[in-house]
């Protein structure tokens, strides 16, 4: 895949569903007899994905999915798991490189993803509803970082980078050190799920929040991920300052005229994320 390429309209992955319409593109990990495993193939191929969504304006949103009921139950025991017992390390760390550049993608792309999150959302599966920026879940949702339950660290992909910025230090620790699955209720009591909704109006909820992002201006949308993401090794000065230049910046595309304009006019504006 050539990201400067990459056109939304026509792509059609392999190893996952695509969709795209009205400046959102769907994501649906889809293999629902499994919940959704993650191969090496898909994984290259997410990483890939998210990579060339930096060139693609045209993307306001993704919302990131799985199919039939459950989210994803994060690697392959069989198609994966077992193939890294007979791995050499350097690929095993190509391997674990390559999982972590997905998280990477997925956090430097400028769109907002938005994940529906239903059923089993485990190991993998968890950082990648992690990695996003919302998360709407069903009571039914049940996500657990498990990779001490196979002999790992949980360290894995960026989890105790990110996940006790989410959800607190020692909330993050017990889930990274137990495996142990977290309910639903304790996801969003905690911060992890932003609200949970009813399994069948999820996609809907999710699209619905996908589109009002999507209608929004779309180049600031990117300035506020890219500040979100950067501003989290800075001081409060450094912080400050970059946020004025990112501002100075939106203060000159022509949303921030339209919104002018429209607001002189009394009527909402149409943004066009330039």
């Not at 400067?4 to 959102?24: I, K, L, N, Q, Y």
């Not at 989890?159 to 639903?184: D, H, K, N, V, Y």
């Not at 909820?205 to 600031?220: D, L, N, Q």
Request: with cysteine; aromatic share 8%; glycine share 10%.
């Amino acid at each position: 895949m050539n990201p400067e390429t990459f056109a939304p309209e026509t792509f059609a992955p392999v190893h996952f569903g695509w969709a795209f319409d009205a400046g959102v593109a769907t994501v649906t990990l889809d293999r629902p007899e499994r919940k959704n495993p993650l191969t090496f193939a898909s994984y290259a191929e997410l990483r890939d994905c998210f990579r060339a969504l930096a060139y693609a304006p045209e993307v306001r949103a993704v919302l990131l999915t799985g199919a039939g009921g459950n989210f994803s139950s994060g690697g392959d025991v069989h198609e994966i798991i077992g193939p890294l017992t007979a791995m050499a390390m350097p690929e095993l760390l190509a391997f674990t490189r390559m999982t972590g550049d997905l998280v990477k993608a997925m956090r430097g792309c400028p769109q907002p993803i938005i994940a529906a999150i239903d059923g089993v959302c485990v190991g993998a599966g968890a950082i990648l509803a992690m990695a996003s920026d919302i998360r709407l879940a069903t009571p039914a949702a049940k996500t657990a970082f498990l990779f001490t339950r196979v002999g790992l660290a949980g360290c894995d992909m960026g989890a105790c980078a990110i996940l006790p910025r989410l959800i607190g230090q020692g909330r993050a620790s017990e889930l990274l050190f137990s495996g142990r699955t977290m309910s639903a209720e304790e996801g969003e009591r905690w911060g992890f799920h932003n609200r949970l909704v009813d399994p069948s109006a999820l996609i809907d909820e999710a699209m619905a929040t996908a589109r009002a992002i999507a209608a929004g201006p779309g180049f600031a949308h990117g300035i506020t991920k890219t500040q979100l993401n950067m501003e989290w090794s800075v001081s409060l000065d450094v912080a400050i300052e970059m946020e004025a230049q990112a501002q100075a910046i939106c203060m000159q595309t022509q949303d921030f005229t339209r919104a002018f304009e429209a607001f002189a006019a009394k009527r909402a504006p149409v943004f066009e994320g330039n």
